[in-house]
């Protein structure tokens, strides 16, 4: 079954260290989506591919975040320079454009996060 | 805009009871619903989904919900829970149209099963 593949599953860094997250989403799918989730809430979006284009970042603090899916295909989240609040798990999901699961959204394990 | 609440941050139910995990969401259109499960640092995992078919949905697992218009809930139930089932669930909402599809969760109902 194709599933949504992050690295590194676990990340510790110390406050002011650049950090990247990397996401290889399943084949076709179109729409990437970043959501941080803080431990104890739930997952609030972060930044929204369609293809190569951003939909929405509205959500991203672009001060220290950023995110690329160049070719439209993987995509990459980058923390620079990374702060104490920003530990959380980093989860990516992909969704298909068309079929019976359109719209739907498969998360890969997530990426956690802690700052030090 | 769109919210879900999920009434309950922390429920308990013994080994073989109802699991009654609560939501109610907030939509200006009629909404998609979705409940995912996240067990300890992993990722999300689809339970179920309503999507204006049947408002009755049964999911993987044993689960099933009901989308009820007049009450603005989707509340999830499991006839009888199993050790397995202690885990997180989220409920979500989006917009039933569109490409750009966002889901917005609720704050999430840790399930512990006693034994």
């Known amino acids: 079954e194709a599933e949504v593949a992050q690295s590194p599953r676990y990340k510790i860094t110390e406050k002011s260290q650049a950090v990247a997250f990397w996401c290889d989403p399943i084949?076709?799918?179109?729409?990437l989506y970043w959501y941080r989730q803080i431990l104890g809430q739930g997952p609030e979006l972060l930044v929204q591919?369609?293809?190569?284009?951003?939909?929405?970042d509205s959500q991203l603090p672009k001060d220290r975040f950023s995110a690329e899916r160049l070719k439209g295909v993987d995509s990459t989240l980058k923390i620079q320079p990374a702060e104490l609040g920003d530990s959380a798990m980093y989860l990516c999901?992909?969704?298909?454009?068309?079929?019976?699961?359109?719209?739907?959204?498969?998360f890969g394990e997530g990426s956690r996060l802690t700052v030090l | 805009a769109q919210s879900v609440t999920q009434l309950g941050s922390h429920v308990s139910v013994s080994e073989g009871a109802l699991v009654l995990l609560r939501c109610n969401y907030s939509?200006?259109?009629?909404?998609?619903l979705f409940w995912y499960v996240q067990y300890p640092n992993q990722g999300l995992q689809l339970l179920l989904k309503?999507?204006?078919?049947?408002?009755l949905v049964k999911g993987i697992n044993g689960f099933e919900a009901e989308f009820k218009k007049s009450e603005t809930s989707f509340h999830l139930t499991k006839p009888s829970a199993h050790m397995s089932d202690a885990a997180e669930y989220f409920c979500?909402?989006?917009?039933?149209?569109?490409?750009?599809?966002?889901?917005?969760f609720g704050s999430g109902t840790q399930l512990t099963v006693l034994p």
């Open positions: 999901a992909s969704s298909p454009a068309s079929g019976s699961s359109a719209g739907e959204l498969f």
């Open positions: 084949s076709g799918h179109a729409t």
């Open positions: 591919f369609q293809d190569e284009s951003v939909v929405d």
């Open positions: 939509s200006s259109v009629p909404p998609y």
């Open positions: 309503y999507t204006s078919a049947a408002t």
């Open positions: 979500a909402v989006t917009t039933p149209w569109g490409s750009a599809r966002q889901l917005t």
